[in-house]
């Protein structure tokens, strides 16, 4: 159930991590704190996500 909420709240991250979420514009208004904490949890489903990519394309090939 977590990897399924980390793949939907970084569907930017999927598509190949160019395109920008809502969650990063929103960061940018708010103060700096709460930019750091979106930019922490943005990295962190970025790592999570293209590790669970590798992973699933090892168990395909």
């Known amino acids: 159930s977590v990897?399924?909420?980390?793949?939907?709240m970084?569907?930017?991250a999927v598509l190949g991590g160019r395109q920008r979420l809502p969650g990063e514009v929103v960061a940018?208004?708010?103060p700096?704190?709460?930019?750091?904490r979106q930019l922490k949890c943005f990295f962190?489903?970025?790592?999570a996500t293209s590790r669970?990519?590798?992973l699933?394309?090892?168990s395909y090939f």
Not at 32 to 36: G, I, L, M, N, T
Not at 44 to 47: A, D, M, P, S, W
């Open 3 to 8: 990897l399924r909420a980390r793949r939907y």
């Open 10 to 12: 970084a569907p930017g």
């Open 28 to 30: 940018r208004k708010s």
């Open 32 to 36: 700096a704190v709460a930019s750091r």
């Open 44 to 47: 962190l489903t970025c790592i």
């Open 52 to 54: 669970q990519a590798r």
């Open 56 to 58: 699933s394309d090892r």
